[in-house]
């Protein structure tokens, strides 16, 4: 993406305005960056504390005039089913519709919800509200959580060595998730065009739940500083 290696995410803290509005940035490893650049998470940089509140497309100088690559601040979304009981893990395009657990049965409506199915999604790149960000940190009661390792579900025919209970199997084109669900919180959201620090800056005081209801279409505004979006989870 843009000359970065595909893993590589961007989170945009501000420009620069002593160098033609460059964007400036921190960059990590999509790996990291799902807990690292997740709304509501801080990164230190240059003794400043920045917090980041959502994502964005890419953000290109066109004729001089900043703005969004694209329109979708999240190019790669799935559908995930998941088990916690039993750890299986699946994702395709379409809703699911299965309630149950093919492996260990659990059921989307058992206590604690130990299968579920929601949505996923890859930012193509964080920000924060374009701040001067703070001199420290400041303690905050917001759970972000850690990242969890997914593999999803394969075909390859499963072994049992023999005098145990277990079946293993080796799938060397298999994928692995990272994703942060923000302990089972999720993140929730609404694509938005966020043109004014100001504007963003209050959605950043506002609870992760809120911030959608508190975000209003900006419009008459010389720039456009790029889409917001805090939604599903993300690998
Ligand atoms: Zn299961």
Sequence with gaps: MFGMPSRTRLLYHGFDTA???????????????????????????????????????????????????????????????????????????????????????????????????????????????????????????????????????????PVQPPGSNTAIRLDRKGTVYRVNDRNKLQFHGAVDNITSERQARELAKAAPEDRTANSKPAHAHRLRLGELFRCGWYP
């Design 19 to 157: 160098h033609d509005r460059e964007p400036r940035t921190i960059d990590s490893d999509l790996d990291l960056a799902v807990t690292e650049f997740a709304p509501g998470s801080q990164k230190t940089k240059d003794k400043r504390v920045f917090t980041a509140i959502g994502f964005t497309a890419p953000i290109i100088k066109v004729r001089g005039r900043l703005r969004p690559a694209t329109d979708n601040p999240l190019p790669w979304r799935r559908w995930m089913l998941r088990c916690l009981r039993c750890h299986f893990t699946k994702t395709q395009t379409t809703q699911p519709t299965e309630t149950l657990c093919p492996y260990c049965q659990a059921s989307t409506t058992d206590q604690n919800q130990p299968f579920t199915a929601f949505e996923v999604a890859a930012p193509a790149a964080f920000r924060t509200a374009f701040d001067r960000g703070q001199n420290a940190r400041v303690d905050t009661d917001l759970m972000y959580g850690g990242a969890s390792t997914l593999a999803e579900d394969s075909n390859i025919t």
